[in-house]
């Protein structure tokens, strides 16, 4: 094998390896009487951390640890419905290869229902294919909303 055969097949291989991800498809459990969703945004350029936690019955908490400004409130019923929707037709993926993003917002939630318990995180990179997109714009809106 000639030296450029060595280094083109080399090549390959160091592509194939950086590009092959692994990828596991899951739905939430179904929505019981006593469900929440939580949601952790971290990262970026300053160092946000705001978290998140609504219960089923609308009531929500907001925090922001940066500036020590913490929020609550309760959804519309269209909001929690809304809410309620978007959590049970979820198809969301998780990728076993991490991303290399260094100033991007992570999006880490979790979905508590049945004493069963989902953990999703996604980065601003990863966030559209993750399937996860719709219900992090949701809750990011209210933290915005509550926290201004």
Do not use: H
């Not at 939580?38 to 929500?60: C, F, H, W």
Request: hydrophobic content about 40%.
């Amino acid at each position: 094998m000639s030296k450029f055969s060595f280094i083109l097949v080399l090549a390959a291989l160091l592509v194939a390896g950086c590009t092959r991800s692994s990828t596991n498809t899951y739905t939430p459990p179904a929505l019981e009487d006593d469900w929440s969703v939580n949601m952790t945004l971290s990262g970026g350029i300053t160092g946000l951390m705001q978290t998140i936690e609504v219960k089923a019955d609308g009531s929500y908490t907001v925090a922001d640890e940066r500036t020590g400004k913490t929020a609550s409130g309760k959804l519309t019923e269209e909001q929690l419905a809304t809410l309620e929707e978007i959590i049970s037709t979820l198809e969301f993926s998780t990728s076993k290869n991490p991303s290399a993003c260094a100033d991007c917002f992570v999006y880490d939630i979790e979905i508590l229902s049945g004493g069963q318990k989902i953990i999703v995180n996604a980065d601003d990179t990863t966030l559209g294919d993750s399937g996860v997109g719709t219900l992090a714009q949701f809750l990011r809106g209210i933290m915005d909303s509550a926290l201004q």
